[in-house]
């Protein structure tokens, strides 16, 4: 069943921590972004950017998903630092 | 924003399609040892020309190439499948996930101690009333206890959140809470669709689906409970105000179909009929050709029109609901859908032709000859 919802709040997220996709998801590219499965928890989630889904990606040659928001643009980094928050929380993100 | 459920903008999107489904609805066989009132595909007889083990696997073969992540099995009865377990761990080796849904009755203790200990199924019993009474008017007699049993040995066998699944009816819908609490007392998670006057369904549908006033109940049950399943199944009820969990859109041929036991394509579960038959999996390019260059999936990603609808202030809600629904009982494709919440439906349904559903494999009664005299 596609599009199970994330809490829409930005959840209390160590972003200072390492951070890397969990091992048991899958990203597939899509023109809008890329749609995260996870095998574990049966969440589909939609990534609605392509920087979104590269900021992803890059998370595991980071220390922390702060250091990894730092290549992203200032007006853009809290919505992407708010997006990590609940991609975490929702289990997509493992803590490194 | 990012990573949020889908807005108008992504849904737009998705209805233009994609280049592989999210997912699909594999119905492995038309074999059933039930006989249900509502089944979709009209299930009974095994269809010679099912698909071989070596072409099912092949067709998983392309649906890992797709990265396609999750299948929903059924059928027919797929334990009656001699190879299902074969398929099934082929599957998930090759990262292609399976919710597969059962009516219990071949669930034993022992196939049910092998579900548990895969990785990457799911199971999905079909149960459609709190009681046998309820339930068997609809999937036959017997098929309350066996459906009870087998959730019995999905939990003894330590088998966490297997789904129990019920299509709603008239006569179930006052049994929401009675499913929810029979679902917890198994560890289980209730997942609710909605019925469709497909297969079998056509004939029974009439006497079967809610009422406008349990439709509207349903959906206050359903917003207060974004925990229970529905499988985007009751994106009409969302006209009557926020929107439920899920895409809100027909994802027919766009981000959905169905590959039934013989290998033909479908836009949807809903709708096995040549109409909507888009191909087949042995023809030359594959599943895959079908999904990118069939006409008929070409044609469901164009921009459609709301027709009737287009003038009420729901559309953006409801999208005008399901195709599969109109189709099946004679009403425009462009028009409300016979369940419409508003009532807009409802006026067109009496006089209409309405298709006969293809593809019917339910098990020939024996004509009983009377003696001459």
């Not at chain 2, 999936?297 to 009420?312: I, V």
């Not at chain 2, 016979?338 to 019917?360: K, M, T």
Request: hydrophobic share 40%; proline share 6%.
């Amino acid at each position: 069943m596609p599009g199970q919802r994330v809490d829409p709040a930005a959840p209390e997220v160590d972003l200072g921590r390492p951070w890397r996709l969990h091992p048991q998801v899958a990203l597939r590219d899509e023109p809008f972004g890329a749609l995260a499965y996870h095998y574990g928890n049966r969440r589909l989630i939609f990534l609605r950017s392509p920087d979104l889904v590269r900021l992803v990606r890059s998370l595991e040659r980071f220390d922390s998903a702060d250091a990894a928001l730092a290549a992203v643009s200032p007006p853009q980094r809290a919505a992407y630092r708010a997006a990590l928050a609940r991609l975490a929380a929702s289990g997509m993100l493992d803590a490194g | 924003m990012p990573a949020r459920a889908p807005g108008s903008a992504l849904r737009d999107e998705l209805a233009r399609g994609l280049d592989a489904p999210i997912c699909l609805t594999w119905e492995l066989t038309y074999a059933c040892n039930l006989a249900c009132i509502h089944c979709l595909s009209s299930s009974g007889r095994r269809d010679p020309a099912e698909l071989s083990t070596a072409e099912a696997m092949a067709l998983v073969d392309e649906l890992a190439s797709m990265q396609v992540f999750y299948v929903n099995v059924g059928g027919g009865e797929p334990l009656l499948r001699p190879d299902f377990f074969e398929l099934l761990e082929y599957a998930v080796s090759h990262q292609v996930g399976v919710k597969f849904s059962t009516n219990g009755t071949r669930l034993d203790r022992a196939k049910a101690a092998r579900l548990a200990a895969m990785d990457y199924v799911d199971v999905q019993v079909s149960l459609d009333g709190a009681t046998a009474e309820v339930n068997d008017a609809v999937r036959g007699q017997g098929s309350y206890r066996a459906a009870r049993r087998a959730m019995e040995h999905l939990a003894d066998a330590g088998f966490e959140g297997f789904k129990l699944s019920v299509v709603v009816t008239r006569h179930n819908v006052s049994q929401l809470d009675q499913l929810e609490a029979l679902a917890g007392q198994y560890g289980a998670q209730l997942r609710l669709t909605r019925l469709r006057p497909s297969g079998r369904g056509a004939a029974s549908w009439a006497e079967l689906h809610p009422s406008r006033s349990q439709q509207h109940d349903l959906y206050r049950w359903l917003r207060d409970r974004p925990w229970v399943l529905t499988g985007d199944s009751f994106f009409h009820l969302s006209a009557l105000g926020e929107p439920l969990e899920g895409l809100n859109l027909c994802g027919a041929g766009r981000v959905v179909c169905l590959v039934d036991p013989v290998g033909d394509v479908y836009a949807c579960p809903f709708v096995i009929h040549e109409q909507f038959r888009a191909g087949n999996v042995r023809g030359p390019g594959g599943f895959t050709g079908v999904w990118r260059s069939s006409a008929l999936f070409r044609s469901l990603r164009e921009p459609t029109s709301g027709g009737a609808c287009t003038s009420c202030g729901s559309y953006d809600a409801c999208r005008g609901g399901c195709m599969a629904a109109k189709f099946f009982t004679g009403l425009p494709l462009d028009g409300p859908d016979p369940e419409c919440v508003h009532g807009h439906g409802e006026a067109g349904l009496s006089d209409r032709d309405r298709p006969a559903p293809a593809a019917d494999h339910s098990v020939r009664v024996p004509v009983r000859l009377s003696a001459r005299a």
